[in-house]
């Protein structure tokens, strides 16, 4: 059975023209080394793009960070930290940079992006420590980047998504960044295997052999096992009281859309602010389609709840 049929018809052209097999070491290798399609960037002249080494945490390496920052701000401004993504195994900011370029533009923000290590070579924490860095880095060094250090946010696709859920854990815990919001699009969160598989999810970009085998590569073992970190797959944290506000995006045809529609759903018994956007007939990683109705309608419901939440304008 395919879920073509279910696929938004503008959607359609570009998966039946994109091969992505299931993940293996083999194919992560020759991923890393094939830039997977992404919208071409706007001209976006009143932005610097540097970038920087900044101070690993926890003992970690120094971690590089891709830095945007609008040049015709007129006061602090608030910062977001971007995290890209790619199944843990695979990615790179400048991947993203396009959006982040917009992003940074149109709502007159600073962004970080770290390029986080990625797995199997180093499994959690690694990664994780390294998205902390640049997030403390953020606030710690907001007088010098002209940010407000407190209009900070989280933002991240994928596994990106996941850390970043699992840096809203992590900066809630260690309390010493505070963290007003977290943009979480269709997060990797949760290692375990579904009871009952959905039959209509996951059958393109991302399948549930490639989820396994980043999982895996993640945490260094077999996932779905006792004992997994909340901070790695966040689904399993017990308390999610005083988090910061969330917008949660998810397409009803990606492997991670139950998931993501149970953690929304537990946030809001915990008292957190969510707002849920579920796509109909979307697959993961949906953006690679291009200049598409639902990814313009996409970006507009990230940049509307950021602008909200970060108090532009």
């Known amino acids: 059975?395919?879920?073509?049929?279910?696929?938004?018809?503008?959607?359609?052209?570009?998966?039946?023209?994109?091969?992505?097999?299931?993940?293996?070491?083999?194919?992560?290798?020759?991923?890393?080394?094939?830039?997977?399609?992404?919208?071409?960037?706007?001209?976006?002249?009143?932005?610097?793009?540097?970038?920087?080494?900044?101070?690993?945490?926890?003992?970690?390496?120094?971690?590089?960070?891709?830095?945007?920052?609008?040049?015709?701000?007129?006061?602090?401004?608030?910062g977001i930290l971007h995290i890209h993504g790619g199944?843990?195994?695979?990615?790179?900011?400048?991947?993203?940079?396009?959006?982040?370029?917009?992003?940074?533009?149109?709502?007159?923000?600073?962004?970080?992006?770290?390029?986080?290590?990625l797995a199997p070579e180093t499994p959690f924490p690694g990664p994780l420590e390294d998205c902390y860095a640049g997030l403390k880095w953020l606030h710690d060094n907001a007088r010098e980047l002209g940010v407000d250090p407190a209009r900070i946010a989280i933002k991240g696709e994928s596994a990106g998504g996941g850390l970043g859920a699992g840096l809203a854990l992590l900066a809630r815990d260690r309390g010493e960044v505070p963290v007003?919001?977290?943009?979480?699009?269709?997060?990797?969160?949760?290692?375990?295997?579904?009871?009952?598989?959905?039959?209509?999810?996951?059958?393109?970009?991302?399948?549930?052999?490639s989820n396994h085998f980043g999982w895996s590569s993640y945490l260094?073992?077999?996932?779905?096992?006792?004992?997994?970190?909340?901070?790695?797959?966040?689904?399993?944290?017990?308390?999610?009281?005083?988090?910061?506000?969330?917008?949660?995006?998810?397409?009803?045809?990606?492997?991670?859309m139950e998931e993501n529609l149970e953690y929304a759903r537990r946030l809001t018994r915990a008292g957190v602010p969510v707002e849920l956007q579920l796509y109909p007939g979307v697959y993961h990683g949906f953006g690679m389609a291009g200049d598409t109705e639902i990814a313009r309608r996409y970006y507009r419901d990230c940049r509307d709840a950021l602008a909200s939440a970060l108090r532009v304008g």
């Open 180 to 209: 007003v919001f977290q943009c979480l699009t269709y997060p990797m969160i949760d290692d375990r295997p579904a009871a009952e598989p959905h039959p209509y999810v996951g059958e393109f970009i991302w399948d549930p052999d």
């Open 87 to 117: 199944g843990y195994i695979i990615g790179s900011p400048e991947a993203s940079a396009p959006g982040n370029r917009q992003f940074a533009s149109e709502l007159g923000c600073v962004i970080v992006a770290p390029a986080y290590r």
């Open 1 to 78: 059975m395919t879920t073509l049929p279910l696929v938004r018809p503008e959607l359609r052209d570009f998966i039946q023209g994109f091969s992505m097999p299931s993940m293996n070491a083999e194919r992560m290798a020759e991923r890393r080394n094939m830039p997977l399609p992404a919208p071409e960037a706007e001209e976006t002249p009143d932005l610097e793009v540097t970038e920087r080494r900044i101070p690993g945490s926890a003992g970690g390496p120094d971690v590089r960070v891709l830095v945007f920052r609008p040049t015709n701000a007129k006061g602090p401004m608030p």
């Open 220 to 256: 260094g073992r077999e996932p779905g096992g006792d004992g997994v970190s909340p901070y790695a797959a966040p689904a399993r944290a017990e308390d999610l009281k005083g988090l910061p506000p969330a917008l949660i995006i998810a397409g009803t045809l990606d492997l991670f």
